[in-house]
Structures are given as structure tokens and as C-alpha cells.
């Protein structure tokens, strides 16, 4: 069965499963005791932080191991805060940065702080320019990811950590996605990133802060982990991770390469297949593995239980596939289509023939899906009729509103309105969306009188 949400965890690579077996047996007494066996488990640990500073790219006595990679975002983003207190209490971050950076920096505006989101474009990636305007006196930390978990996009990195260091800043990058395929370029100051992410076992973390940059560690701390991360390490997992990380780095560039092709093909064929298609993410600047697509008229969650049917694991930001029935951050902040949102993360080993097996089935699982939703199957036709109308689907869900927009899209003449009533929060990034994929105007939005969002598109075509 292809496994294709390598960007949610990664199956655990060959050396992480042998380098655990073997420090299962060797790695169990406590690194920190003087005694033969707590040596041993010493040697085995600094060997391990070795190993991932050379990854990494920082010096060993920099990194430290914790239990996840959102621990370490946490970590890093609550140590440096408290250690710049003195400086400001501003943190800056992208609008798609990983949700353990957001709920970090909310819990932080929450308690008195203050909080800029730079926007992005429609790739997904940020205007190094626009994040250097964000930056200012009272400034205590700046968040970017090095590639987005959901698209792939990734950002300009040594562009922005430039302009953090000519305004004092630090920077703090998740690298979570990206360290598998390669270091991180530019001068940040702190570094996170997951084991899971690139092969390693679940439960490690890694949290990289350069020497210089002010950092006070928060809540009890013991000696472990330079206080950073108390607790008994667990070794077995970190010996793991590193060994991994090492392993799948050797293999990065034609690993790289040959997954490139394989989402390339998967990009292109995509639109040709299925009709009402929207790929998003920058097509040149990505991670070499993933690509994400959203499909008019389709229940993103339908969808995915569908291709499992199939036998394909994917992920999806859509809204109905989420107990919050809102779509993802995302895709909210990109500002394109959500709804039956569809991400392809390949791991290590995918074959050509999983990926055309893939592209086989998809287009018959999404025409089933809006057969069952009643989903229009052609464009409208001119037609006379009323100059506006009103189209209620208050308490509907993505993406029945959108399904009745088009199906009474053809029912007012070029130049007329429908007016559709929603209270779905897909309904303002779908809407939208669909104007533009057929070659309607959007109007724009105002509060219903009975409740919810009124969208007004008018007909052009």
C-alpha cells in the first residue's frame, strides 16, 4: 500500500532501526554517571550530538536533544523571549509558519505580548522585504520556517536572516521539513527541527542556539541538555535519530532528484486528468517531495477515505476534514482553494509505478465523489433570467456552497449577480477561488442579515 504523507512522519529508515536495536543494548545507563556503563552511554551521546551538529550545520556544545520537535520550537521560542526581555517583547513570524510556532506565539501575545504575522503570497512564501519591515526596535525574535509542511514552498531564509541581523534580531527557523534534504542556508540564530520527520523515530527533537545569542531557559531545569531540556535522555531514540539523519543525508541528492521527477509528473498530469484542479505551492522553490492540489466540488474528507479505499495514504488541509470545520491556516493565508484539498509527501523508495498507479485512480475516486455531491458537470450556458439571485446555504458545508453557486451561476444573464448566504469558513477562501478558475467575478462579502456571510459574484462569461 503506497504510504504518501512522509511530510506528517517519514517511515523509519533502515539505519534508524539498526542504529536502535544495537543502542537498545549498549545505550540504557545513564550518561551522566562516572561508571563503566554510564561511560559507554556518554560515548554514545556525544557521538549522536556530533553527528547531528555536522548535519545541522552548528558546533555540538550549540545542540541539544529534547522530547520533540515542538518541544524544541517551544523551547526555543520561550528561552529566547525571556533572555531579549529587556530589549522588547514583539515576536515576528510568517502566517504559515508550523501550528507549534503560532500556538507559541499566541500563548505569548495572549500573556501581554505583542505579535506580527507577515503575510504571504499566493506560492506561500514570504517578501523578504515585507518581513524586514515587521522587524523593529522593541523586536525580541523572528520565526520563519525554511519550507512549508503543507505545500512544500520554501522560504528565502538567508535573505531574511540577513535583514534579522542588520536589525539585531534572532531568528529562530523550524526546519522540521527540510533538514533530511539539506542544511540551512543564512546566518539564524536558532534552529528546530523533528526526527520523525526524516526517518528517525518518533519522541526526538533537536534544538540548535548559537553561541552569542541571549537565551534564558524556562520552567525547572536539571543539569541535562545544558538545562535546556531536563530529563533522562532517551538515548536508544537520539542515537537513532542521528544515525538516520546521517544516512538519509548521504542519499539526499539523488534521493532528491529522483523524487523531484516523480512531483513534477504529478504536478503536470494532475490538471490534465482532472478537471476544476488547482495546484498550489511554488512549482521551482519546493521541497523535492511534496505537492499539494485542491479539487472543486469534492469533501476533502470523502476524498481521502476514498484513496485509502485505493489504497493511498495522503493528508489534506480542507476544512472537512477537521473537527474545527475551518481550512488550513494555510491555505487561508495563501488565499487559494481548500476544499478538497489533496497533499502527496513521497518517502524514500517511492516507485514510478505507485505514482502512475496513483494518477490512474484519482481521477475515477474524484468524479465519484462529485457524482454522489451532485456537483456540476459542465459550464453554464447564457440563459435568460432574473438579474440577481440568492443562493441560502447556511449550514451547509464545503463544498455544497460552492456546488449551488455553480449550479445557478447559468440561471442570470452575463452581467447579472448570485448572491450565495454561507457561514462555512471555506466559503471566503472558495469562493473566490472558484471565480477565478472559471472566469467569474468576485464582488466581494458583507455580514447576512440572517446570520452568516453574504458573497456576491457576478457573471462574466
Keep these: 500500500m503506497p504510504y504518501f504523507d512522509a511530510a506528517s512522519a517519514a517511515p523509519l529508515h533502515p539505519v534508524a532501526r539498526q542504529a536502535l536495536l ?17 561511560r ?38 520561550s528561552g529566547s523571549l525571556a533572555g531579549r526581555r529587556r530589549v522588547g517583547n514583539r515576536i515576528v513570524v510568517s502566517a504559515v509558519e508550523h501550528s507549534s510556532v503560532l500556538h507559541a506565539a499566541e500563548t505569548h501575545a495572549a500573556a501581554g505580548g505583542a505579535l506580527t504575522e507577515v503575510p504571504v503570497g499566493r506560492s506561500g512564501a514570504v ?56 542544511p540551512v542556508e543564512g546566518g539564524w540564530s536558532l534552529l528546530a527541527a523533528s526526527a520523525h520527520k526524516w526517518g528517525g523515530p518518533a519522541g526526538v527533537g533537536l ?19 545544558s538545562g535546556r531540556a531536563p530529563g533522562f535522555e532517551n538515548l536508544p531514540a537520539i542515537v537513532a535519530a542521528a544515525a538516520s539523519l546521517r544516512a538519509v543525508r548521504a542519499e539526499a541528492a539523488a534521493e532528491g532528484a529522483r523524487l523531484r521527477a516523480l512531483v513534477d509528473r504529478i504536478r503536470a498530469r494532475v490538471p490534465e486528468l482532472v478537471p476544476d484542479v488547482e495546484v498550489v505551492g511554488d512549482p521551482v522553490r519546493r521541497l523535492p517531495h511534496l505537492v499539494t492540489f485542491s479539487c472543486l466540488y ?11 479505499r485505493e489504497g493511498f495514504s495522503v493528508s489534506s488541509g480542507s476544512s472537512c476534514t477537521s473537527s474545527t470545520l475551518t481550512p488550513s491556516h494555510v491555505l487561508r493565508a495563501m488565499g487559494v482553494l481548500s476544499e478538497g484539498n489533496v497533499r502527496v509527501s513521497l518517502p524514500t523508495g517511492t516507485t514510478a509505478e505507485d505514482v502512475d ?13 462529485r457524482e454522489r455531491l451532485g456537483a456540476p458537470a459542465s459550464s453554464p450556458v447564457a440563459a435568460p433570467g432574473p438579474d440577481s439571485l440568492v443562493v441560502d446555504a447556511l449550514g451547509r458545508r464545503c ?22 448566504l454561507a457561514d462555512d469558513a471555506a466559503a471566503r477562501l472558495d469562493i473566490p477561488a472558484w471565480c477565478e478558475m472559471r ?17 456576491v459574484v457576478r457573471r462574466l462569461t
Design 207 to 225: 534544538l540548535a542556539v548559537r553561541k552569542g545569542v541571549r537565551y534564558a531557559p524556562q520552567g525547572p531545569s536539571d543539569e541535562r541538555e
Design 298 to 308: 469534492v469533501d476533502g474528507e470523502t476524498l481521502l477515505h476514498e484513496l485509502d
Design 399 to 420: 463544498p455544497i456552497p460552492v456546488i449551488e453557486l455553480a449550479k445557478v451561476i447559468g440561471d442570470v444573464p452575463v452581467g447579472g449577480t448570485v448572491t450565495v
Design 22 to 38: 544495537a543502542s537498545l543494548d549498549e545505550g540504557w545507563a545513564d550518561p551522566a554517571r562516572l561508571y563503566r556503563e554510564g
Design 127 to 182: 517578501d523578504a522585504d515585507a518581513f524586514r519591515a515587521a522587524l523593529d526596535s522593541g523586536t525580541a525574535l523572528a520565526c520563519l520556517q525554511s519550507a512549508n509542511h503543507e505545500v512544500g514552498t520554501e522560504q528565502p531564509v538567508a535573505e531574511v536572516a540577513e535583514a534579522c541581523r542588520a536589525a539585531g534580531v534572532p531568528l529562530l527557523v523550524d526546519a522540521a521539513q527540510s533538514l533530511g534534504w539539506g
Design 357 to 369: 498507479r496513483f494518477l490512474d485512480v484519482l481521477p475515477g475516486v474524484v468524479a465519484g465523489v
Design 439 to 455: 472566469g467569474q467575478l468576485y464582488v466581494g462579502e458583507s455580514p447576512s442579515a440572517g446570520g452568516g456571510v453574504a458573497y
Design 40 to 77: 559507554r552511554a556518554r560515548l554514545l551521546l556525544d557521538a549522536a550530538r556530533e553527528a547531528a551538529a555536522e548535519a545541522v550545520g552548528c558546533r555540538p556544545d550549540e545542540l541539544v536533544f529534547t522530547p520533540s520537535g515542538t518541544r524544541a520550537v517551544h523551547a526555543g521560542i
